[in-house]
């Protein structure tokens, strides 16, 4: 146990770390129009895998706020490391689709070490599935030129939050068909994203989302 507490102070966490409190975003096209919303909490957290892991209730809606899909996401702080699980990034509906199939998932977690500032190059992460039905059918999507950009101080609805900014590139393959996105993310501890934008591959802005409340 004294270890796990040892890895917790170590790791900075970017996300809800403190219970009770929701975190809602709002998502928005290119135009400003808003699409969707979504909310996080801490729903626990509990000694395994060597580390801490944290269990966030992430809740999503529409337009009107209301509730599309409920989830549980898992986070790490692992020694001075925190990871996010790139299995997050596979597509539940297509996997669904091929649940009679012999299906075999690898992966390299994201990792966000101590210490972050401008100019840190962080590791690359990917998750691949291999789809055994007939003709093998490849899902991969890696998340690769990891950046800490710079400090930016940003203002929401919910408040002004000093925080990192990253850019990173999304490269999914599904099949014969390939996509490349780049997203830029501004993250703070013990919140996660305060907020994110996503580029095609050409540098055009195509959606946005931001931290509207903290409750």
Known sequence: AFSFNISAQECEAYIPTQQGKKYTYVMKNKKGKIQSYYSQELLKKKNEEGGIKFEILHISYDQKKEITNTDTLEFLCKGDVFYIDMTRYLNEE??????????????????????????????????QAVINAGMPITFRTEIVNRKVESYENIDTEAGTFKTLKISEELVSKMG???????????????????????YDKRGNLVSYAELISIE
């Open 176 to 198: 014969f068909v390939n996509m490349n996105m780049k997203s830029v993310i501004w993250i703070k501890t013990d919140i996660g994203n305060v907020k994110s934008e996503t």
């Open 94 to 127: 297509q996997m669904n689709a091929y649940e009679d199939a012999e299906i075999t998932v690898t992966y390299d977690n994201l990792g966000y070490p101590l210490g972050l500032q401008p100019g840190t190059q962080l590791e690359d992460g990917y998750v």
